[in-house]
């Protein structure tokens, strides 16, 4: 195959024109470029860059309608979803703007000299961080706009003041394409931001010298592959995968008592948004045994509307991995066994339907399994599928919860006041394995703020230090640099005695906001 | 080899008893100590870990004689070096005692709910930097205090939280045991540090599921092996290594007309420090063509007292390493020709000696050679070598720059009134390869400050983003988790409403001091 063709999940046809997969040559010329442009975009001014972002934040409000009509022809996300998604990524590029202006993200830190400091005489030293250099995004599937061509790791990319070669996801090329040029034309830097297709230009991509760092969203297996392919560079070089995740929510009785209906109903939306194609799905719900919910949940899936999934390989894998986990000894299927004539069973071939429509998948087992078949049961199933986990006792549920891998995201539901020691060791254990912790809520949604953490513990990201989603996503892509008795005339701006660009700093030690 | 034989440099006969090497269940029984030890260790309150730091420097200070003879027995660095070194240590400690006092490393941000919020309403969103877990550290020959046992990698890592288990240097092993023995009774805090000695246990430490990060200071071949060690795991963790460096420095014909004499002491003065073993020895002065200092640098060399190399296998790596670039057509041996008689040509065996004492090696290089020959000859020469390189031009300057790989430091003299454009030129391609520019200085001497970095591009280190030396150490050691509408009584203190631990925090995006 030389081109990505992109399909109507809906129906399973072709759609829009095949785009040629990027060619070794062409590669290499676009990484160049890149290395090219980074010294410019480097050296800009914060407001200068602040006002590229905007730019293309303004480029994709402009070509809305003609973006969300490509997007849901290519993916079947639906125009309402999609709208949203495109307001969130024109909302990201903006606050990105707004980080810029305010300057913290630069860390200037000043120490005067101090000829008393021991062991030795200090000298003058001031640090900033600077843009690592041409940057990879390889873009995912289930969020075409806010983690694709223009989402969140190009616009903190962008904003940190590297360049950005951006790996199109081969589900939602048009788009793609699209956006690339819209981003491109916006941006007027020439290298500055460049889309390539296909997967051996990516895995070339992020062995590219001219390349200083990676990001990634997707799959463990892509992500591994490409981490692997980054650490073995003869130049290792730092790379960023968000791969996706468990993020356990845990139901107490108390929750159960006050409020079984509001959990039902959360859960249920919770797990089935997207189709169940969000890396913050929960797809597992700690129930207390007996919990009799079952037949509710069945009832509420079978009234919801599940659109098809985003891609055949996303079909596929979804019916073996959900067959695989229903075929695990001690699991049950829920739709399958308590609201039987529904749907067919899981072990069963799923219902022939258009395109590439899936069934969704309700399974439960009791805590002691997961926990005895922990390496069979503990793995994403992406699609519309969850694992309710039965425990008996508070020791089975801390217990279960032990043994799930680093998380994105983990929740409890209960009755705060009534079970307050409960509360705080599940909170506690969530804080262990994931990177956000949340009260009464859901994993899916994650707002674009100052505080955000999208991350955690492996396998949820490659790095547990970072995150792809806020502000702080900026840090990945930058490198501190510290002059020493350097003459303020050779001194980038960012750390003049004036403060010409009136940055928050710390100076000798003590924070002097802006 | 089942133990660890230290060794005196200046007669390379064994001094102590043999150190037992680590086995696979003592290494493991102490790994999971860590891990008993993180949870308790994450809990204290700042002002609490403080002390603990506070503890271990009081017990290097107390036993600080006992210390430097052990030291000088083991290195031969001398007491008056190895005394400040110690100094420096406590001073590091005592520098994370008041970072944790001064609580912007916890990274407090706080975004309050805003409903009006687009695409979607803001949650209650809550973010800090938790510790990552037990860290191993690998500790280094040349600064058997400040880069060992309770040097910046140990102080940054327990500052932040998590328990150590630290890989001892075969270099000075008794003085690694005696330190790790005050460092955990200094602690009182069970399975919060302890030392493993022997190679099979570092390369086991870095791949015990206990151990979250990896920090290491020392050669490319053994910072690399770990780099990938850590990268092949099942579940890959962060490792830090700072592998050393070049760190050129360049010389101006301004700075030359203005200050030779200053030039050539300070260069040899920073070069043969601490017989050359520096990871910040500017291994690389750029001369301009007809500088004429080569037999003032010779005469500097013969007149200086350099103290045996640390190891024998040092020793051997640096003759052999010396005599390789020696053999380089177009290189010259300066002190061979300049300054005949002074010592034996390096291409010649090297002087027998007592112990492990090594003859300097100075050599020199016209810039288009080094540049047609950057793979011969830019590599580390790890001993009192270094590499004069001279250019007749600008832009032979700034080519023979550009092919130098990234360093810890670099520097430049000149006349920075007089030579604007050059400076500016040589300081932005100094930037762009190296974590600290130095202005009129060399890079030996690293201030341990809030502005401190001490890091750079690959192959300086494995990664760009982070520093071993400096408040922002403690960075490698944290991972960032967001509170989503958790109820008061359920967050961290440093999260709370009323900031109990008067930390700076930044709500709703503004800084807010404590």
Redesign the interface.
Known sequence: MSADQGYDPRTGEPVGVPVPHTGPAELDRICRAATAAA?GLAAMAPAERAGLLRAVAGALGTHADELVALADAETALGPARLA??L??TR?QLEMFA?VLA?G?YLEA???LPDPA????P??D???ML?P?GPVAVYAASNFPFAFSVAGGDTASALAAGCPVVLKAHPGHPGLSARCGQLVAEALAVPGAFAVVHGFEAGAALVQHPAI?AAAFTGSPSGGRAL??LA??RP????FYGELGALNPVVVTAGALAQRADEIVAGFTGSYLLGSGQFCTKPGLLFLPAGHGLGERIAAAVAGASIGPLLAERIKTGYDQTAARLAAVPGVRSVLGDEAAGRRSRLDSPAPAGPGWTAAPALLAVPAPVLVARAGELLRECFGPAALLVEYASGEELLAALATVP?SLAGAVHAD?AAE?EL??AV??AL?AM????????WPT?V?V?????H?G???AT????H?SV?V?AI??F??????????E??LPPALRDGNPWRL?R?V??T?V?A
Do not use: C, F, K
Not at 235 to 238: E, L, N, Q, R, Y
Not at 449 to 453: C, E, N
Not at 462 to 465: A, E, S
């Open positions: 010294p949203g998604e307001t969130r909302v707004g305010e913290s830190v000043i120490d400091a021991q062991p030795a200090r000298p030293l001031r640090r600077l690592v200083a981490h692997d650490a073995a130049d290792p070089i730092p680093g705060v307050a509360v705080r909170v506690d804080t994931a990177g956000r912790v949340i009260v009464g809520g949604g707002a703020t100052w505080a955000m953490h991350g513990p492996w396998p490659t790095n547990p230090g995150t806020g702080t840090r990945r930058q490198r501190p640099v510290v002059y020493q008795n350097t003459p005339a050779l928050p710390r000798n030690g924070l906001p």
